[in-house]
């Protein structure tokens, strides 16, 4: 029964888990080489070259010493094709306070205007400095957050923090706030709010 | 500690809750360990979010807070962010009319409407719902002489409204429309519980198809009307924030008499529509 419903669940994300072992234990991801061009949703690797990845207290810990920047890449909601008028579509952001939002920059592929315009913004927020500490961070079992801290490492960041637990881990233990996506990255393009 | 389930559990959770949505419903999910710490974002933040939806549904109605008249039971944590159990319960079922369920962090936080007639008993409503954030549910009830009332609960789940399903569109949508209605057994004079359950994807329009990064068109059901014979029992109108399969657990008047006719449409212009035969009670 458990091996038939397995099987069914896998038709449909075949290739997200073709990684996986069972669940309670998603190991064995292989980092890629370079950025993931696979699902953006599924199972990431326990490390990533060139970047430190960190849970919890040490993003705690690297906030209180070194002022990071903090970047979420997390989707934008998107409002559904059709959705009706009179009713209320409200999406309300809500992220670590204080963090940059990108909306879907660890894409992959990513347009490369995108991608540039990505680029300069760190460049403006860590005052151009490739040795200022920066988190990436979505969610768990996001990739995109995982792409955006290698684009960085790419670049010749020397202080790329990866936090996997994503805004989920931080809302565990602290408040969230909502917070609009970063203007420029909204202005960089008319299809980079909403995908 | 982790608290997204892992993609594989929340598949097999998916396929399980496909395979097994008559079975298991109202069974399956029971909340895990509940941590009452940590809810200390920001009091002033949520509630001026409550106030802007409560504006957009309710204009200036005033909406008086209220321990007695409506309930909001659901799980601390919620197991699956996609599947949250929600019951309502509303002790002073006379006074009731109908009842609205606002999950205030969801995109569309207006996730269902319930308008109950005089076939319904109005004491309990259960369904399930897709929640997006930590966030808090209102429940707003409505009485007969026109006044709203309105409690909240605070619930801690992730990512529910663009949780894929798990399987190809195809899979979730077959036997779309097909339904059952279970019946607690009828004790004479009392209420009967009923539950209907609904086969539909309830698609949210927010699930991504992972290999083909397409957006799987919102299709989702939008309005229940439940009549048994020439009596309306109740009207549900609902939003891409109910769980898919929905289920739903409502009350029936004891002293109704004949079939009870279901009929549900999509946004898609699905309509289906069933019989069922609601038992009798015996002495």
């Keep these: 029964m458990r091996h038939r419903l397995l099987r069914l669940a896998v038709a449909g994300t075949a290739l997200l888990l073709a990684a996986a072992s069972p669940a309670d234990s998603p190991v064995n991801v292989p980092e890629p080489d370079g950025i993931w061009t696979g699902p953006q949703r599924g199972y990431t690797p326990a490390t990533l070259a060139g970047a ?19 970047l979420d890449v997390s989707l934008a909601d998107r409002r559904p094709a059709g959705f009706p008028d009179d009713r209320p579509w409200l999406p309300a952001h809500r992220s670590v306070p204080g963090a940059v939002w990108m909306a879907n920059a660890g894409a992959a592929p990513l347009d490369p205007a995108r991608e540039a315009l990505f680029l300069k913004r760190v460049a403006e927020l860590t005052g151009s400095d490739k040795g200022r500490a920066v988190v990436a961070f979505c969610h768990p079992e996001c990739w995109g957050s995982w792409n955006a801290a290698k684009r960085l490492v790419l670049q010749g960041y020397t202080r790329v923090h990866w936090f996997p637990e994503g805004i989920e881990g931080w809302q565990e233990r602290h408040p969230t706030t909502v917070i609009p996506e970063d203007a420029a990255w909204s202005a960089g393009t008319g299809v980079g709010a909403q995908r | 500690m982790r608290p997204a389930r892992p993609v594989l559990v929340r598949s097999v959770l998916a396929a399980l809750t496909l395979a097994l949505p008559l079975a298991s419903a109202g069974t399956a999910l029971r909340p895990s360990a509940v941590h009452a710490a940590g809810a200390s974002d920001d009091e002033a933040e949520r509630l001026a979010r409550w106030k802007e939806i409560q504006k957009s549904i309710f204009g200036d109605r005033r909406i008086a807070p209220t321990d007695s008249l409506v309930k909001v039971d659901a799980p601390v944590r919620a197991m699956d962010a996609a599947l949250v159990p929600i019951t309502l319960t509303m002790p002073e079922k006379d006074r009731i009319a109908a009842v609205h369920l606002v999950i205030d962090d969801n995109p569309s936080p207006y996730a269902a409407h319930i308008t109950f007639g005089p076939g319904a008993d109005a004491g309990e409503i ?40 798990g399987m190809s569109d195809e899979e979730a949508m077959k036997g779309m429309g097909d339904m059952k209605l279970r019946f607690a057994e009828a004790q004479p004079g009392r209420p009967v519980e009923a539950t209907l359950m609904i086969r539909h994807p309830n698609f949210s329009g927010m699930q991504m198809n992972q290999i083909t990064r397409d957006y799987t068109p919102a299709r989702y059901i939008n309005k229940v009307a439940i009549t048994r014979g020439d009596q309306a029992v109740l009207t549900l109108d609902g939003d891409i924030s109910i769980a898919s399969n929905p289920v739903i657990n409502f009350g029936l008047q004891p002293a109704g008499q004949g079939p009870i006719r279901v009929v549900a449409t999509d946004n898609q212009n699905g309509r289906w529509e069933h019989s069922f035969t609601a038992p009798s009670a015996t002495n």
């Design chain 1, 52 to 70: 430190n990845v960190i849970d919890i207290d040490a993003l705690d810990a690297l906030i209180a010493r070194d002022r990071p920047v903090l």
């Design chain 2, 126 to 165: 259960k369904l399930r719902v897709r929640v997006n954030n930590y966030t808090n549910i209102h429940a707003v009830v409505e009485t007969k002489d026109g006044q709203l009332f309105e409690t909240t609960k605070f619930v801690k789940a992730s990512g529910g409204c663009s949780a894929p399903m």
